[in-house]
């Protein structure tokens, strides 16, 4: 994928910018990187907190001919590459806690927020808007996160240049995205479950449709986590926010 990559100072969110970019035209492998969001957003309506310069804050438009039902599958793309990066630039362990959330030391340092836009064209295919946030030199969190958000640099004990971790993560991305389309998920969906630190673990997942408690069993073929609770019944979790417990 030939990237552009388009620099600002502050703005809202990137994926705002790369949204408008894509809506005009913009082609597939534009980047939008920022040194601090005004705006930042996460998944299930919440913001990212996004001070200026210690973090990456980047969006990349990608048209893999999905359909928006498939798009979920950009995110995995997306958290796999992040959690390589993560490791390369630091030498640091990262894991994926389902769905997407890059983790270090088992706390938060990385998200993932995919959105779509539907093509313009008829017949044509929607365009996946992959916005990446990663806590690079990051030392203070808002109090809601804490306790539960860390930064490469507070697990390394000492800051590394966020330019390197972005062309760490840009290379990965790079690789992981033309494996998708050589190769489709599958090699994707494996190299995610050699990151996965859920499954296996019992998991409390806070989700739109209440608390589902009990032993993470696995991932079915499209994304869901497969939860079994202590009545022995299995659920299917599409969407929610995992708060890890012990192992199974
Ligand atoms: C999450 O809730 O875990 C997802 C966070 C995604 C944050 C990134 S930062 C770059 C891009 N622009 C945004 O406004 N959000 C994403």
Sequence with gaps: MQYAIHRFESVTSTNDIAIRMAEEGAPEGTVVVAREQTAGRGRRGRSWSSPPG????????????LTCE??????????????EAVGRASGLPARIKWPNDVLLNERK????????????ARGGQPTAI??????????????????????????LGRPVPVAHVEDALL??????YGM??????APVF??????????GRHVAVDTPDGVVAGAALG????GNLVIEGEDGVSRRVTAGEVILRGSV
């Design 70 to 83: 498939q798009l979920w599958q950009m995110a995995f793309v997306a958290s796999v590459a992040a959690a």
């Design 219 to 222: 991932l079915d073929s499209e």
């Design 109 to 120: 340092a990385c998200g993932i927020l995919v959105e779509a836009r539907k093509p313009s």
């Design 190 to 199: 494996q190299a995610w479950k050699g990151f996965d630190c859920t499954v």
């Design 130 to 155: 992959v916005g990446i946030g990663l806590n690079v030199n990051t030392e203070e969190f808002p109090p809601e996160i804490a306790q539960t958000a860390t930064s490469i640099a507070l697990e």
């Design 171 to 176: 290379a990965s991305l790079d690789a992981r």
């Design 180 to 185: 998708y389309l050589a190769e489709g998920f």
């Design 54 to 65: 210690t973090g990456l804050y980047l969006s990349v438009v990608l048209q893999p001919g």
